[in-house]
């Protein structure tokens, strides 16, 4: 059926973006990005690292 997930590579493309988010965005913007990513809304963690990994 279908070939098999690559869970390394997966991780790799999703720290990323990780990344990218932590270095472009401050703590008070990820909610409204996560709103428009249609992710849920980080409440945890008063730093940003908090709230990207609560996410």
Do not use: N
Request: charged content about 25%.
């Amino acid at each position: 059926m279908g070939d098999q997930m690559d869970m390394g590579r997966l991780r790799r493309l999703i720290d990323g973006v990780l990344l990218t988010l932590y270095t472009r965005y401050t703590a008070k913007e990820l909610p409204a990005l996560c709103e428009r990513l249609g992710l849920p809304s980080p409440s945890e963690g008063s730093t940003k690292h908090g709230r990207l990994v609560a996410t």
